[in-house]
């Protein structure tokens, strides 16, 4: 068993496990439930990480395995702006907003995968082992990265407003989405 099946496999266990923990709480609020879904959005990612290391031979199955991967990355994005939304300001109205751009960035992402290739996949027989990103694939890497960068500072804003308690809670997600 390869060392990325293994990772693949305990990152689909935690985060499901994490998510059970947080959405089973009798107190779930919009915190709880974001943090929680966004929890199940990795278990996708991770799920779809996994059949793509340890299941595909051919090109084709890399291909579309790998556009899964990818848009479950880009929907993951959607909880997490809305958790992260939900820290800084729990009254803030910027949630529909920024729930509708992820969404629409996801859906557009969605659509470009299906009718325009953004990996270069090899054809050779064996394990999945590399791919190289082409035309729109970069762009949506460069999309995920500065949305990445977006929830870490708004993390890093909610951390730094909070004291006390409440800063104990900021830093750990799972105490501050279920208690």
């Known amino acids: 068993m390869s060392p990325g099946i293994v990772v693949c496999a305990l990152a689909g266990v935690i985060s499901l496990a994490v998510a059970i923990v947080s959405l089973a709480r009798p107190r779930r609020d ?16 991770s799920a779809a990480g996994l059949v793509l290391v340890a299941s ?14 990818e848009v479950a ?7 997490w702006g ?10 803030a109205r910027i949630g529909r907003l920024a729930l ?19 990996f270069l996949v090899s054809d050779l027989p064996g394990p999945f082992f590399a791919a190289g990103l082409v035309g729109w694939g970069r762009a949506e890497v460069l999309a995920r990265l500065l949305a990445t960068v977006g929830i870490l500072v708004g993390l890093e804003a909610a951390l730094r407003g909070s004291r006390g308690e409440t800063r104990w809670r900021t830093k750990f997600f799972s105490c501050a989405s279920t208690s």
Do not use: H, K
Request: net charge negative.
């Open 56 to 69: 595909t031979d051919t090109a084709a199955e890399r291909t579309f395995w790998l556009n899964a991967l």
């Open 100 to 118: 509708s751009a992820t969404a629409l960035v996801a859906l557009a992402g969605a659509a470009i995968f299906y009718y325009e290739p953004l």
């Open 30 to 45: 919009r915190l709880a439930w974001t943090f929680g879904l966004g929890m199940l959005a990795f278990v996708v990612e």
């Open 82 to 91: 809305l958790f992260a939304i939900s820290l800084v300001r729990s009254e």
């Open 73 to 79: 990355g880009l929907t993951a994005i959607v909880p």
